[in-house]
């Protein structure tokens, strides 16, 4: 009789177990994004320097997101690499490494598509992981300027602007 409340609360301690898992494992690129939205690219952490020319990443012309501005800048006190990768509707546009000094920054020249489309930023600082960036972090703009910025304490922050540049003009 004294096992009925201890198996209760091994099952209950169980489920809730299997929950909280199940909640803490999405991220924030979370993939059921990209299954309801057929012209975002997929975002399952491929090598940022193929494509799937299977997958379907195109959008349909006239929708999907402009890509203003790349801003890339080191506040940090040493130098850093940084590597910048532009896809737009499936294919590489753009990929440039920056050799950054401490207290420096450059803007990128603005090689990539200026159509909307579906698009997606790649940032890698120092050979590391690639950061991902797309519009769906800003809840789809219409247009969107990036900013990879190195912080003080060497980690990559990356920023959105829908306001300044090529987005002020309306696109």
């Known amino acids: 009789m004294s096992d009925l409340p201890r198996r209760r609360l091994l099952a209950g301690t169980g489920t809730v177990l299997t929950g909280a898992i199940a909640g803490c494992s999405s991220s924030d690129d979370d993939e059921s994004d990209a299954e309801e939205n057929d012209d975002e690219p997929d975002e399952s952490g491929s090598d940022p320097a193929t494509t799937d020319a299977g997958s379907d990443v195109t959008a349909a012309p006239g929708s999907g997101t402009l890509l203003g501005d790349i801003s890339v800048e080191n506040l940090h006190d040493d130098q850093h690499t940084v590597d910048v990768m532009v896809e737009v509707d499936g294919e590489i546009e753009h ?77």
């Open 95 to 171: 990929w440039t490494t920056h050799e950054l000094e401490a207290d420096s920054g450059t803007a990128l020249e603005r090689t990539w598509s200026t159509e909307p489309g579906s698009l997606r930023v790649l940032v890698r600082l120092d050979n590391g992981e690639p950061t991902q960036i797309t519009p769906a972090k800003w809840n789809d703009p219409a247009c969107l300027n990036v900013y990879a910025m190195v912080d003080r304490d060497g980690e990559l922050t990356i920023l959105g602007d829908t306001d300044d540049g090529p987005c002020s003009d309306g696109g």
